[in-house]
């Protein structure tokens, strides 16, 4: 324990005032910043009922940051497929074009080249033992070896039941475990001054009745309480599934902390089968590819890259 006199930090807090405390970062979505934005050193919840967006949404946060801001990310998603499966997921983030053949915009064999080139310099894949599947501290082994290869900004976890967890020294009780493992993860996150992104699944909806699915709460969580407690920010991601023509993803922030973050509120984004990608209104918003080839100095795909 540190017991600390304001007078020890007269120095540091000069230092904070003069450049100011360090920023949250936007997203690329304007109404999504008025309520969240990720900032280093801090952490991410993201919840939702299976099929509503999870990972679709991360997977676009962690794309706009990179393409905004030159972030570089460890992400361990299982969930999404194969490691090919996952590029071809970043790369559809990216350009708006997919691997499957028919399509008006299926992307092609130089085109995605060139796009995998743009993004093994950003992103690093953790992947599970086919057998054993991966441990928490497997996890942080692998991000650890990562860090020390190259500066990481980000490391997510999609999601946290495709992690093995040992609840022995917890008593079998989930909820002990968890008031270790969340403030691990925080304090991880801290010190290596990155945003850690951890995807987690509410418990099974069928229990909740009714045809039409609420929102997941925080507490829908299992050890909803400590999700509460523990997380510095708390998200919502959900989708009317009942309705096909309605793509509308609904982003709720329960909670974000440290207030520079951002606050609770309800915002929408579009989503676009076809590309892969969000909007805000419905509009695919893009960027000219010129940026990209002047920012890295490598060739791009002759197109546009979609926010």
Not at 32 to 42: T, V
Not at 94 to 117: P, R, V
Request: proline share 5%; hydrophobic share 35%.
């Amino acid at each position: 324990m540190a017991v600390v006199r304001i007078k020890e930090k007269v120095g540091s807090v000069l230092e904070y005032y003069h450049r100011g405390v360090y920023p949250a970062n936007n997203t690329g979505f304007a109404n999504i910043d008025e309520y969240w934005k990720p900032r280093l050193g801090n952490t991410t919840i993201v919840t939702g009922y299976p099929s509503m967006g999870k990972t679709e949404f991360t997977l676009q946060i962690l794309v706009n940051c990179t393409m905004l801001h030159g972030w570089k990310h460890a992400l361990y998603t299982p969930e999404t497929g194969t490691s090919e499966e996952v590029i071809l997921e970043l790369v559809h983030k990216a350009t708006g074009k997919t691997a499957q053949k028919g399509y008006a915009n299926t992307i092609s064999e130089m085109e995605l080249l060139n796009a995998t080139n743009y993004l093994d310099q950003y992103f690093y894949i953790i992947e599970p033992d086919e057998v054993k599947g991966l441990t928490v501290n497997e996890w942080y082994e692998d991000v650890q070896y990562i860090i020390k290869e190259t500066k990481i900004h980000t490391a997510t976890i999609d999601n946290w039941n495709d992690l093995t967890h040992d609840l022995n020294n917890y008593g079998g009780k989930i909820s002990e475990y968890l008031k270790h493992q969340l403030p691990r993860f925080n304090r991880f996150c801290k010190s290596e001054m990155i945003h850690g992104f951890i995807l987690a699944h509410p418990k099974s909806p069928e229990k909740l009745g009714g045809s039409k699915l609420p929102p997941a709460k925080p507490n829908d969580i299992e050890g909803g309480s400590l999700w509460w407690a523990k997380a510095q920010s708390l998200i919502t991601i959900h989708r009317d599934l009942e309705n096909e023509q309605d793509k509308t993803t609904q982003v709720i922030v329960h909670k974000a902390k440290p207030k520079i973050v951002g606050k609770q509120g309800f915002t929408s984004l579009h989503y676009h089968i076809a590309d892969g990608c969000y909007s805000i209104d419905g509009t695919r918003q893009t960027q000219p590819v010129s940026y990209f080839k002047e920012a890295n100095n490598i060739e791009i795909i002759k197109d546009i890259i979609p926010f």
